[in-house]
């Protein structure tokens, strides 16, 4: 397993973003290391610019490998924000014609194998098994 812990200023999202580099060193597997990048890349920067408007200031991150399996943990202080009920649907529409936002978590949700989200004494727990 590998860990970080990243205070929630802006200059750090640059550093939390290179957390997939370590992952990937463990993980050796290039298809399996996409989608960790792709989904963690989301979330991550989905927290630095989004969490913080709900007064979030860190955030610990988690991966490890099980099998064929990546366990990926983001846990974050602030208020409540439970992604998993922000579920999107496939737009269908031109790019030029979407409105922003939306897609990054409908990519999440469909390279995740499960995502699950819990608060547990103030914290937001996503875990997901891509």
Same mark, same amino acid.
């Given at each position: 397993m590998i860990?970080?812990?990243? =205070?929630l200023e802006?200059?750090?999202?640059e550093k939390a973003l290179l957390f997939t580099d370590k992952a990937c060193k463990i993980i050796n597997n290039e298809?399996?290391?996409?989608?960790?990048?792709?989904?963690?890349?989301?979330?991550? =920067?989905?927290?630095?610019f989004h969490a913080t408007k709900l007064n979030a200031t860190?955030?610990?991150?988690?991966a490890? $490998?099980? #099998?064929? =399996?990546?366990? $990926?943990?983001i846990e974050y202080d602030g %208020?409540?924000?439970?992604?998993? #009920?922000?579920?999107?649907?496939?737009? #269908? $529409?031109p790019?030029?014609?979407?409105?922003?936002? %939306?897609? %990054? $978590?409908?990519l999440v949700f469909n390279f995740a194998k499960k995502l699950?989200?819990?608060r547990v004494n103030g914290m937001n727990i996503l875990k997901i098994n891509i």
């Amino acid at each position: 397993m590998i860990e970080d812990r990243f =205070t929630l200023e802006k200059e750090n999202l640059e550093k939390a973003l290179l957390f997939t580099d370590k992952a990937c060193k463990i993980i050796n597997n290039e298809r399996l290391c996409y989608r960790f990048r792709l989904i963690y890349e989301e979330l991550i =920067t989905n927290v630095f610019f989004h969490a913080t408007k709900l007064n979030a200031t860190y955030t610990n991150v988690k991966a490890e $490998l099980d #099998k064929d =399996t990546i366990i $990926l943990i983001i846990e974050y202080d602030g %208020g409540e924000f439970d992604p998993t #009920k922000y579920k999107t649907k496939e737009n #269908k $529409l031109p790019l030029k014609e979407r409105k922003e936002g %939306g897609l %990054g $978590l409908f990519l999440v949700f469909n390279f995740a194998k499960k995502l699950s989200y819990e608060r547990v004494n103030g914290m937001n727990i996503l875990k997901i098994n891509i």
